[in-house]
Structure formats: C-alpha cells, structure tokens
C-alpha cells in the first residue's frame, strides 16, 4: 500500500472535519463548536418549556443551515431541564423516498421503547413483554408469526425492527397496511410506551425528529396536509422538522398554527436587502466571522490561504451546509494535486484551487437546471423576490437551494452565490 504524506494526511482529516454535522460526541463538540444561532436555540428552549405537555413544535428553514446542530444542544439543554429526550434521524429508521405519518408514528414508539429498554429502565416485564409483542402484531398473520419467529431469544428488538423499517419494503408497506384505518392505535401505544417512561422516570417527554426537512417535497406534502392531525396526536411532546418551502402554503401554515408553533432558523445574511446590489458594500463582519471561525476549526491555518476563507464563506450564501460543500471540494482537490513522489511539495486552498472547486459545484447546480428556470431565477436576482413565491417552480428552487430566503423586517430572496455565476456566464444579468 502507498505511504500517504502528511500533507495528503492532512487534508484527509480537514476533509473529515467539514462533516461533523450535527455534532454530537462530547469530544466533537469541545473540538468544533462555534456559537450560532443560539437566539433561535433559546427560542425552542423556551418554546418546549412553555407547552403543554402534548405540545408540538415545527422547525424549519433551509436545508443544511445548522437546524440539526441546534437540536442536538435542544436535546442537551432539556435533558439538564428534566425532560426524557429520544433524539433521532428519521433518515436512521426510515427509507426517505418512503416516509409517510404512519411509519414516523411507528418509528416514534420503536425509538421510545427501545431507549427506555437500552437505559435498564426498570419497565415491568409483563409491560414490556406487551409492548413488544404489539410491534409484532400485523395485518396479516403469516407476516406476524414470521415476525414472532425472527425476534426470538435474545435477538435485539431495535436492531430488528429499524432494519425492516429502514431496508425492507415489505415491512413498510404491511405496516401501513395494517395502520391506515387505525392510525389511534399507533398513538395509543406511543401513549402507554411514554406514561410507562414517566411513570418510571418522572419526566416528562420529549421527542425530537429531525431531517424531515431532508425529504422530497412530493413526500412531504401528504405527511403535512393531509395527515397532520393524525402526525399530531400522540400525547406528547414533539419537535418536527420541516422543509422551508412546505410552509409557503397559506392554508397549511394556518393548519400548523392552529396545532403547533413554527419556528423558523433563518439563513446567515452577508448584506440587508438595501445593499445586496451596491458593488461597494460591505458585508455584516459579525456573520462573516462567525461562518469563518466555523471553517478555521475545521481547516489548519497552514492549509490554506487567509483570504480564502473569507471567499469560501462568501461563497456559501450563509449555508452551512455550503460552507462545507465548497470547504470538502478544495480538499479534495489539493488531495488530487500533491505528488507522492514530490517530498517538498507544497498544496494549500489558494485563488487557483477555489476557482477549481467553485466550477465543479456551479456545474452540479447547472446539470439539473432546466432552461426553462432561467427566466425565473433572473426575474428573483433582479426583483429579489419571485413573480410568484407559491408557485411549484420557485418552491423547488427554494427547496434545493438555488434559491435563498433572507430576512430584514420583510422576507426577501437571492440566488444562491454560484447560481447567479451561472447566470452572469449565460449574460443573463
């Protein structure tokens, strides 16, 4: 095997480091951790606190602006409060094209169960044994008894049951059969599993499902319009995550206020709407610093160039998740430009490698832009706003981020930073 430089070494780990989103090992977070959005933390804190206890929270905004950093300190800050916290990815339990209320109601109870059990909550054995015999119970009974065969003795009831949930089709599609007519009964379970947690621990419950917002609208929608009552009946507390175009949708934002709060986590912005077009204006230094501070935890100052860094965050549109895409593709280009047979060779992130890395990720961006958005996308750079910001088109844009939402006292929108490179080559602005 070929000895790896130090200097490949090197970006090898800060290529690693750009993906610790969310963090959540302790050590991780001593490592990388810069303070954001902790005004919108607070929020959601006091938010929990003050609901009743089968209150609902949506928190939303746009993909991979931090909202699954912030819920991890959610999780921690209410574990310090009181509150039994079950944290979990529905892209852990569940195939994301397939998600639907019921599979999240049953990914609900089997991530209630399945903590208090690895926890050694004293749960009475006749009470557990019932509520795990009910994962087993299905619409049709060669399926359950094949259920019964496979948990067995000693088998790991989580393991087996987020496996089918995640992999398997089948079990997929034989639960929502079993559960589309009797969707109270997934409540009523998810409501015993949690009175038999309070009852043993004291505290009340709360659960907190995140990278909702991660999936297609077209999956989204369903879940949210037509089955939000049934998604909101269980008796406890839950935090959801929701994609920022979904509540463009007046009659929906009115059902999910009348149900719950929204809280939105608004994208880091470099300029007010006011001066977003001066070519003499400054950016907000404070947001700058802050995005800048995140990429030095994760990048040694020796890898790369100090204005670079300024570049990458600009660059980002505010967007963690940008931040990182842009941060991950000039390391791996600087991984592709060293030698292994040049010892003195010198790789950093320079003006060269940016320009590099920023071709590859605009031609993404424009791989899946079809002609006919062009017209819409200049028409949102010119006004700054869309023709139509419900309209299908402009929420795909938003949803994938070719499109962003800014806010000052009115919502406002931009392109996303390489998007509007894409038109300035077309000469479209």
């Not at 944290?87 to 397939?98: K, N």
Request: net charge negative.
């Amino acid at each position: 095997m070929a000895m790896i430089s130090d200097r490949k070494a090197a970006f090898i780990q800060a290529y690693r480091n750009l993906n610790l989103f969310p963090l959540s090992e302790a050590e991780e977070i001593e490592q990388f951790q810069v303070k954001y959005g902790q005004k919108v933390l607070r929020t959601l804190n006091n938010a929990v606190i003050a609901s009743e206890a089968n209150g609902k929270l949506i928190f939303t905004g746009h993909r991979g602006c931090g909202k699954s950093t912030l819920l991890v300190q959610l999780a921690d800050q209410m574990r310090d409060e009181g509150f039994y916290v079950a944290r979990f990815s529905i892209a852990d339990l569940v195939e994301m094209s397939d998600v639907n209320h019921i599979n999240i109601l049953y990914a609900i109870a089997l991530k209630l169960l399945s903590q208090a059990t690895k926890r050694q909550m004293p749960i009475p054995e006749g009470t557990k044994n019932a509520l795990v015999n009910w994962f087993t119970q299905t619409k049709s009974r060669e399926y359950t008894d094949q259920l019964k065969q496979e948990l067995g003795v000693g088998v790991d009831f989580y393991g087996l049951f987020s496996g089918k949930l995640q992999k398997e089709g089948a079990f997929r599609e034989i639960i929502r059969e079993t559960y589309d007519r009797r969707v109270s009964e997934l409540s009523e379970q998810i409501n015993r599993v949690a009175a038999t947690i309070q009852s043993t621990t004291g505290k009340e419950i709360l659960v907190i499902i995140d990278d909702l917002d991660k999936l297609d609208l077209d999956v989204v929608r369903p879940i949210f319009q037509d089955n939000i009552k049934a998604l909101f009946s269980p008796e406890i507390r839950v935090v959801f995550t929701i994609p920022v175009a979904v509540i463009r949708d007046p009659r929906l934002v009115s059902t999910l206020e009348s149900d719950s709060r929204i809280i939105m986590l608004p994208v880091t912005k470099f300029y007010s709407r006011e001066d977003v077009r001066r070519a003499e204006a400054a950016p907000i230094e404070a947001n700058v610093e802050t995005l800048q501070h995140l990429l030095e935890k994760r990048i040694p100052a020796d890898l790369i160039e100090p204005e670079m860094k300024r570049q990458i965050v600009l660059l980002s549109g505010g967007v963690l998740r940008e931040l990182v895409r842009i941060g991950q593709e000039c390391c791996r280009i600087c991984m592709s430009e060293i030698d292994p047979d040049l010892a003195d060779q010198v790789v950093t992130i320079n003006a060269d490698i940016l320009q590099e890395a920023v071709k590859s990720l605009r031609n993404q961006f424009a791989r899946t832009l079809g002609s006919n958005l062009f017209e819409l996308l200049k028409t949102t750079y010119e006004n700054l706003a869309p023709p139509n910001a419900k309209s299908d088109e402009f929420l795909d844009l938003l949803h994938s981020l070719y499109v962003l939402e800014y806010e000052n006292d009115d919502l406002w929108y931009d392109l996303h930073p390489l998007v509007t490179d894409i038109l300035r080559r077309r000469q479209l602005i």
